[in-house]
Nanobody
């Protein structure tokens, strides 16, 4: 069993920056992909960014060049650095860990609110 504990988030003005972090308890083996999703009010949850154990990354087009995902395999942590934030980035952000061999084996963080507003 894996438990994910998120930290970071909050209220920031447009153009500002925030950093989200997620710590996983238990052992995350190399076959797990770690990532961040978000869900805005009235919208479906969407993938924001993910990173493989080897450091390969993928981003949704709307955040490319502004967000950076990173991972520390030794500490079982994943972070999301968010720069040049826009009001449309406002959402609840969720950390996720998924087994690439058995995708049904997936774990979620508790979610954290990110609000971009002046």
């Amino acid at each position: 069993q894996v438990q994910l504990v998120q930290s970071g988030g909050g209220l920031v003005q447009p153009g500002g920056s925030l950093r989200l972090s997620c710590a996983a308890s238990g052992t995350i083996f190399s076959q797990y992909v770690m990532g961040w999703y978000r869900q805005a009010p009235g919208k479906q949850r969407e993938l924001v960014a993910l990173i493989t154990s080897g450091g390969g990354t993928n981003y949704v087009d709307s955040v490319k060049g502004r967000f950076t995902i990173s991972r520390d395999n030794a500490k079982n942590t994943v972070s999301l650095q968010m720069n040049s934030l826009k009001p449309e980035d406002t959402a609840v952000y969720y950390c996720n860990v998924q087994n690439v061999v058995t995708p049904s084996v997936t774990f979620w963080g508790q979610g954290t609110q990110v609000t971009v507003s002046s």
